[in-house]
């Protein structure tokens, strides 16, 4: 247990000034402004401090003085800030020392370090990323990682600053910001230090690790991690100098999940938590494995990049726990599916590895959910990999044997005492614990208007699918969509800032509704939503229609391609088409190709073919290979020749095999022999060769015996995708898209009639041909005389492209055709029995699943079809699955085919009025 032997703790006067080093058995590093903290008015030369062992207190308290030239106070321009101390004695003789190393590609590292901050004179610890150089280009920014965990503030200076990867001490801490929103601090290398004290650099490793390597032989402990850091959430604070958390109340999952971590000896195995925000899952998660595996190693990366260069290490993880809070993170996004298959290699290699995660039920349902047929499949690695893991379920509420075991701990614990008092207000246990319904108060009782308002802006931006920290700019904006005339006119100049201060305090000294986060010195640069606190505002504002104004203002706000595609998603589930077009193509724009094809779609039901076509030519650009194809298809139709050969050179820029080999043959057939003679011979291999022999022949003179006549491949033979499969079920795709307002994102390589060029191992070339004359010449495989261009060759899918796709569809045959078969089985269901009404008006009052369709079915089958419509046209704008394909057909039943068809074209208005021409 390293760390327990290396952090030094700095005193003087009574007090804890600060952290410090152990480099070896004698010298600690620190800061100088600590040392001249713990000696108040002595000389720093002459002065001795007072260090001892936080986590080893059987080596007791010594003190120390500085070494000679270990003092380097800070200077004017703020560098130095180094002090070496010397430990009078042998006591801290044979203890381990701090693992040294050097920051490797520093930005974007995750840290951890231990430090004495107010209240905590034993330590506690605090997580950060490494964001950038700062002070002069001596130090490193250090922004805290955990929205509710402890952030880096006075006390932690001289701590030693973690690799969390590595498991190698890189630095210490020097500063932080004065601002504590900000929740910035800073570093000195150990670099730097070396610097000026020369000793230090002979500890030095020679390099820095790889970056993103993972030393896990100087992995912390599991004994040694620290709970908050790990994601687990403060309690509720009633009196000073309380521990972080409270006892803990073991339940019925947490048997099975110790019982899981016991099978972990045996073999390699993932459990999956899942359950709401502030259940207790990560709590529980914690408690098992400090029970259990308390010696093994365990690594927290913060990304699935990180997680990925982790687990694709060469030498396996064993003895190892891999800490997945709030698995999300790690499986969902661009780089999921990359973390999910390497997580099932993982698990394939010996370990023996427990990997822990924890989910929402939401997110499970969303990534084991299966496809429907012909739809894009954007987590299947994710979902076989959730196939083969443990799930354990953590109940929101505490069942009775849980409810007792927490009164016998209640007697010694207050916080326990007041969650159970609590409790009998409708609220769990954990959520109280975790301040949750305190969260709700603060949100729904606030005493100002525009503190209320900043928060339901940050919840309604997250429900809708913004994930990223929001912009200040967004929210104070969007302030202004939930405040009334008077209350815009009474607001004082800084009703901003005050709303910020508000929304961002803790309540109970546990978590605040909106938490600010930073990648820069002295400002905010954007604010998160408290997990438990947006889960309960979704539900509460589930049926609040969306105003166009805010869809505008996400728009302009937001830069991730991810939290873009998610709101268009959203805006699309909510009949918001035009909104959902300009997210999309806004992802498209910062190159992310996942939504091209749902994009295309929407613009050519809406009669919008031009932009449809830029859609494609823009995903082409961006690499899209299936893009690409159609843009070369489409220009051969038209005749631009140019445009084929720039998507193909943009094609095979992208990296799609195929397209080089279809370029030269474009290049000969234009009379560019040469040139397509070149481009094959740049790009070699096999299929290359085949293909110049065959370009060769075809301009061989008629009898000519030194050259062969062949033809190129056909249609697919070389790699390339069938055009005819391709083009016909993009049509169908156009003209029937997916019912219920599902989204397919159609990703590359699903399309049917995709297969790999043929390998021809080397040395099985064919004999040589007759037909040439006894010649030698090697026939290529697969060759016969008939010239063709691949990709190029079809012009009759591009026509049935262009007669049932590409141009607007009739009013209503398309719609009625694909997307009205399972409502009307619904409708014919709901003619039947069923619930009476105010029982289903209770069901879509309460917000559950589907209720709003099933009231609108009943109101139809009553002959109320206007007030059928008026229930679905709510549910629709409030986002309910299968809400817009049934209005649409219920339309059709009261005979509104044009409204029906101009439903499906262009969407629905804030208020679920069917949207006018866009």
């Not at 990682?145 to 630095?171: M, P, Y």
């Not at 975790?434 to 308002?453: Q, S, T």
């Not at 800084?494 to 986060?517: H, N, R, S």
């Not at 009625?816 to 039947?832: F, K």
């Amino acid at each position: 247990m390293v760390e327990r032997t290396w952090r030094v703790r700095i005193s003087g006067g009574g007090r804890v000034h600060g952290a410090g080093i152990l480099l070896d058995g004698r010298h600690v590093l620190t800061c100088a402004h600590v040392v001249e903290r713990a000696l108040g008015t002595a000389d720093p030369r002459s002065g001795a401090v007072t260090v001892s062992l936080p986590l080893w207190p059987a080596a007791g308290r010594h003190p120390a003085r500085l070494v000679e030239g270990g003092w380097h106070p800070a200077d004017d321009e703020g560098r130095g800030d180094i002090a070496v101390l010397e430990v009078e004695g042998e006591a801290f003789a044979g203890l381990a020392a701090a693992p040294l190393g050097r920051v490797a590609e520093p930005r974007g590292r995750a840290v951890h370090v231990f430090g004495h901050p107010r209240h905590h004179d034993d330590g506690i610890e605090a997580q950060a990323w490494i964001s950038g150089l700062a002070g002069g280009g001596e130090w490193l920014q250090l922004e805290a990682r955990s929205v509710t965990g402890r952030a880096i503030e006075e006390g932690f200076s001289g701590g030693g600053v973690v690799d969390s990867l590595t498991g190698t001490v890189v630095g210490l801490v020097v500063a932080r910001d004065r601002d504590v929103q900000a929740r910035v601090a800073w570093m000195i290398p150990l670099d730097v230090a070396a610097s000026r004290w020369e000793p230090l650099r002979g500890l030095l490793p020679a390099a820095p690790w790889p970056a993103g390597a993972g030393n896990t032989a100087g992995s912390r402990a599991v004994a040694d991690a620290d709970p908050i850091a790990l994601g687990v959430h403060r309690a509720i604070s009633l009196s000073p100098g309380e521990p972080p958390l409270p006892a803990y109340v073991v339940r019925e999952h947490d048997l099975a999940l110790r019982r899981e971590a016991d099978l972990a000896l045996l073999g390699s195995r993932m459990v999956v938590l899942a359950g709401g925000s502030s259940s207790g899952k990560t709590r529980s998660a914690y408690e098992a494995v400090r029970e259990r595996l308390s010696d093994w190693r365990l690594v927290h990366p913060f990304t699935a990049t990180e997680l990925v260069t982790l687990l694709d290490r060469p030498d396996p993880l064993p003895r190892t726990v891999v800490w997945l809070n709030e698995g999300q993170v790690y499986l969902d996004g661009a780089d999921g599916e990359k973390a999910a298959a390497a997580l099932r290699r993982t698990l394939a290699r010996g370990g023996p590895t427990l990997i822990v995660t924890t989910l929402w039920p939401e997110f499970w349902q969303r990534f084991t959910r299966q496809p429907r047929l012909g739809a894009a499949d954007p987590h299947r690695q994710v979902r076989e990999l959730l196939d083969g893991v443990v799930k354990i379920n953590v109940p929101e509420r505490f069942d009775d044997a849980g409810i007792r075991a927490a009164e016998r701990l209640a007697v010694a614990d207050p916080r326990l005492a007041r969650a159970l008092d609590a409790r009998h207000h409708g609220h769990g246990i954990t959520q109280i614990l975790a301040g949750g319904p305190d969260l709700i108060d603060r949100w729904e009782n606030a005493p100002a208007p525009y503190g209320r308002a900043l928060i339901t802006a940050a919840i309604d931006a997250r429900r809708l699918g913004a994930s990223a920290p929001l912009d200040p700019g967004l929210l104070r904006e969007a302030c202004v969509l939930h405040l009334t005339g008077p209350e815009l006119a009474g607001a004082a100049a800084t009703w901003f800032d005050e709303a910020t201060e508000y929304a961002c305090e803790q309540v109970k000294g546990a978590i605040a509704p909106l938490t600010g986060t930073s990648t820069t010195i002295g400002r905010v640069d954007g604010y998160l939503v408290a997990d438990y606190l947006y889960q309960h505002g979704r539900a509460a504002r589930r049926v609040v229609p969306v105003p166009d104004a805010f869809w505008e203002l996400l728009l302009r706000y937001t830069t991730e391609p991810d939290d873009l595609n998610r709101l268009g998603s959203a805006a699309v589930a909510r009949g918001r088409f035009r909104h959902a077009c300009d997210l999309w193509r806004a992802a498209l724009a910062r190159g992310d190709t996942a939504m091209t094809w749902a994009l295309r779609r929407l613009l050519l039901r809406a009669g919008r073919a031009g932009e449809a076509a830029d859609v494609l030519r823009d995903a082409a650009a961006a690499g899209d290979a299936e893009a690409s194809r159609l843009v070369i298809a489409l220009s051969r139709r038209s005749g631009d020749a140019a445009g084929i050969e720039r998507a193909l050179r943009q094609a095979a820029a992208s990296g799609h095999t195929g397209a080089p080999r279809e370029l030269a043959v474009l290049l000969h057939r234009v009379g560019r022999a040469e040139e397509a003679e070149r481009l094959l011979r740049s790009v070699g291999g096999q299929a290359a060769e085949h293909l110049l022999a065959a370009l060769r022949g075809r301009t061989a003179k008629a009898g000519d015996p030194e050259h062969t006549t062949t033809r190129v491949p056909e249609n697919g033979e070389d790699g390339s995708i069938s055009t005819t499969t391709l083009l016909s079920r993009r049509a169908e795709q156009d003209a029937h898209p997916p019912p219920d307002g599902a989204v397919s994102a159609e990703p590359s390589g699903a399309v049917e009639g995709t297969r790999p060029a043929p390998d021809v191992p080397a040395g099985t070339e064919p004999p040589a041909s007759p037909e040439a004359g006894g010649q030698g010449t090697v026939r290529p495989p697969r060759l016969t005389l008939k010239l063709r261009e691949g990709v190029l060759a079809s012009t009759e899918a591009v026509d049935e492209l262009q007669r049932r796709g590409h141009t607007t569809p009739p009013e209503h045959a398309p719609r009625a055709t694909a997307n009205t078969r399972r409502p009307e089985r619904v409708i014919r269901a709901g003619a039947g029995a069923g619930p009476p009404e105010h029982v289903l008006r209770a069901a879509v009052t309460a917000g559950e699943a589907g209720a709003s369709s099933k009231l609108a079915l009943f109101l139809h089958a009553a002959g109320r079809r206007d007030e059928s419509l008026l229930v679905l046209r709510r549910a629709a704008v409030s986002g309910e699955p299968g809400a817009i394909p049934l209005l649409e057909v219920l339309l059709e039943r009261a005979n509104r085919e044009h409204e029906a068809a101009d439903l499906a074209r262009h969407g629905l208005t804030a208020d679920g009025s069917t949207a006018p021409r866009w």
